[in-house]
């Protein structure tokens, strides 16, 4: 049963912490996803990758927000320093081809006190 | 980026009825997906409609696709409890999917 998998599944730390979240896609993707969930701004794309390309990352706070992909098997999405508009749900999605769906995650709840 | 808009954004109805939810987009597309998003859940992909089909069926849901008003429909007939999610329409571009604001469906029992 396939699946795309990510940790931690809750976080909750402190302004100025630096937060790693992991991502492992479903095996044989090549395309990665990173979202961001709130309640006010709704679902909101950060970064996707291609073949483990950043294709796409203008969704996303340069100045503390960074996402990688070491690997074909690993996608990391990083906030250094966290700051408490960052609390939300993160989402990992992967899929196969340009226009086909997309597998989510069960997300990261990251709570920045 | 969100293209496109849900309508209604919350709709309660009682068990056994039928749900319609509502999409508009912008843009010309390759395909338009709905998913569903359970609380505290990820999302759930339910059906892709491409831009040359006007109806598709998966079990108890019906999507209609009108590109040339550029909006979609997903009908959830014989309602359950179980269908009490957030439902999502996105629109695909160039890899990426462009999302509406979802429409949050109770089903009363």
């Known amino acids: 049963d396939a699946r795309v998998t990510q940790t931690p599944r809750h976080k909750v730390t402190e302004m100025g912490q630096e937060v790693t979240m992991r991502c492992q896609p479903i095996?044989?993707?090549?395309?990665v996803f990173w979202y961001r969930q709130t309640m006010m701004q709704g679902l909101e794309l950060l970064a996707y990758f291609r073949n483990r390309a950043p294709l796409d990352d203008s969704g996303m706070p340069k100045d503390r927000f960074s996402a990688e992909m070491p690997d074909a098997t690993l996608a990391t999405l990083k906030i250094q320093p966290s700051e408490p508009r960052d609390s939300a749900v993160y989402f990992c999605?992967?899929?196969?081809?340009?226009?086909?769906?997309?597998?989510f995650g069960p997300g990261t709840r990251l709570t920045v006190l | 980026s969100q293209q496109g808009e849900e309508d209604p954004q919350a709709l309660s109805i009682q068990e056994g009825e039928n749900a319609t939810m509502n999409c508009s987009y912008k843009?010309?597309?390759?395909?338009l997906q709905w998913y569903r998003q359970n609380s505290g859940r990820g999302l759930v992909h339910l059906i892709l409609?491409?831009?040359n089909e006007r109806e598709k069926h998966s079990g108890r849901l019906r999507v209609t696709l009108d590109t040339s008003k550029k909006s979609s429909s997903l009908l959830i007939t014989a309602s359950r409890a179980a269908d009490t999610a957030s439902y999502f329409c996105?629109?695909?571009?160039?890899?990426?999917?462009?999302w509406g604001a979802g429409t949050k469906l109770i089903i009363k029992p």
């Open positions: 999605a992967s899929n196969a081809g340009q226009y086909n769906e997309q597998f």
């Open positions: 095996l044989g993707h090549n395309t």
């Open positions: 409609i491409r831009s």
């Open positions: 996105a629109t695909a571009g160039n890899y990426q999917l462009i």
């Open positions: 843009t010309s597309i390759n395909n």
